[in-house]
């Protein structure tokens, strides 16, 4: 195999603040350790999460390089002692605990995953915060199954238009808030059965209307929200919450949800144990990539920048025009 570089490209935090704090720096290369895999970058992708640590909220867990970036896809460039299964130069997609934003990557083996058939690596690296955080979150924590109805909240991001298509392909009714007529338009194409305009609508009263009430909310806003998720949930109906957009306090009803018979739930990811997400990866691999390989979903890009300007990519995403990914290509 070819020799691996002394020193890499990286986008580094150098303080918190706005997107203008990301900038190009250069790093020793990193080398695997036992059960880890180098991968060399070719694409990665902007994240809330991402943002949130640029702005010193969401700190990496111990051990976790100190670079952001949450998933990539390129090829295995070194493998660590103990992995099986991979060779050099295999095509690669992975959950990484940060360090994304960088020309190389160690990930540990139980979150990578091999592209689906017929992808690029463009696309391939736009699937695992988003498919892993859908595949928890709505079917092993939320458990929806075919024949119900979802509420999911934001559904013209990178989650939303995850767990649209997903729950479309499992047998769910969907329903969504977007926020404008255009991202409303762009859903329903995805597969949404209804979608709310949040900011002209009082969004759960059209929800209460059109469904009767629902059996799982995917909530990424919580704040005033979660008081009204559950008042739309059925008889054990399942609310999820995976971000605090909209504040991470709320008043709720301890008899309502004791009544009801309600679940109220939630969970972060990046903490979570390289076993769970070898779990995830695992059942992602089995129900959910042949799924991708046969076209019935797929990951939506929205832009892509170069890895450089990591900066315009993030301002990108906070202006909240997009629908789908923010993503970024290390050019070599």
């Known amino acids: 195999m070819s020799a691996l570089p002394a020193t890499m490209t990286c986008i580094e935090i150098t303080k918190f603040g706005g997107p ?3 900038v190009p720096a250069t790093r020793p290369v990193p080398r695997p350790k036992a059960g880890e895999i180098l991968i060399k970058v070719a694409a990665t992708a902007v ?9 010193g909220n969401y700190a990496p867990p111990p051990g976790a390089s100190d670079l952001p970036g949450l998933e990539a896809a390129g090829t295995v460039a070194e493998l660590g002692e103990g992995v099986s299964g ?3 130069g295999d095509e690669i997609c992975a959950l990484t605990p940060g360090g994304a934003y960088a020309e190389y990557c160690v990930v540990p083996a139980p979150q990578c995953l091999p592209p689906p058939k017929g992808f690029d690596l463009l696309h391939a690296a736009a699937l695992p915060e988003n498919y892993f955080t859908v595949w928890h979150n709505l079917f092993e924590r939320g458990q929806l199954k075919a024949g119900e109805t979802a509420l999911i909240h934001g559904g013209a991001s990178g989650i939303g238009t995850t767990a649209i298509q997903l729950a479309k392909s499992f047998g769910a009714t969907v329903l ?3 926020r404008t007529q255009e991202k409303a338009n762009a859903v329903k194409a995805l597969g949404a059965d209804h979608a709310i305009l949040y900011k002209d609508n009082d969004w759960a009263a059209e929800v209460k209307k059109l469904s009767g009430g629902v059996d799982v909310v995917l909530d990424m806003v919580a704040g005033d929200y979660l008081p009204k998720n559950l008042s739309l949930l059925k008889l054990d109906g399942r609310c999820v919450v995976i971000a605090v957009q909209g504040g991470a306090t709320a008043t709720i009803s301890a008899g309502f949800l ?5 679940t109220l739930t939630g969970s972060t990811l990046r903490p979570q144990s390289i076993e769970s997400k070898g779990r995830m990866a695992r059942g992602l691999k089995e129900k959910v990539w042949p799924l991708l390989e046969a076209g019935s979903i797929k990951p939506i890009i929205y832009k892509t920048f170069p890895l450089r300007d990591a900066a315009g990519a993030h301002a990108e995403l906070e202006r909240a025009d997009h629908v789908g990914k923010v993503m970024m290509t290390v050019q070599v």
């Not at 994240?47 to 702005?55: F, L």
């Not at 004791?258 to 309600?262: E, G, I, Q, S, Y």
Request: hydrophobic share 50%.
């Open 176 to 178: 969504t808030t977007v």
């Open 47 to 55: 994240n809330r999460p991402d943002i949130a640590q640029r702005m």
């Open 258 to 262: 004791m009544v009801n018979r309600l």
């Open 20 to 22: 203008e704090v990301l």
């Open 86 to 88: 991979w060779n050099i």
